[in-house]
């Protein structure tokens, strides 16, 4: 046998207790202020927002980031609206709840969206009924 247990033993706990504190701060979240440092807030753009219907449907909102951005209880076949929205370089994604009638066939809706820079963006929802549905625009 070569060495003594004690100094192994305390080698040992010499090495683990140097890993402790990287290990410590890769497992622990950062406080607040330093998460407010490491992700800006992104800034409010107007953004176009244009909704074509297939059938009229009863009611819809959009929503982003679990607010409402618009409601409307008695829609029309056509709509357009300009919303201030936080607009981060890495796009957005808008829930659209879309309420048809019961009786309604198989209905759509058309999303067009403009973003800052001007480029359009098209996406569809398809749906009977009540839908839900997530579109996420670059």
Known sequence: MRGSPLIRAFFAFCLIAALGWP??????????????VVRPQAA????????????????????QLEKDVWQE???????????ALPF??????????IEWADDAPLSAVRVRLTDPAGDVHEKSVWGQG?????LTFP
Do not use: Y
Request: no cysteine; proline share 8%.
């Open 88 to 97: 981060p370089p890495q796009g957005i994604d808008l829930v659209f709840h």
């Open 23 to 36: 290990l410590w701060r890769l497992t622990h979240p950062m406080d607040a202020a330093a998460a407010a």
């Open 44 to 63: 409010f753009k107007d953004i176009d927002l244009q909704l074509d219907f297939t059938n009229l449907p009863k009611a819809f909102e959009v929503r």
């Open 73 to 83: 209880s008695a829609p029309k076949l056509s709509m357009e609206r300009k919303l």
């Open 130 to 134: 009540a839908v839900d549905e997530v």
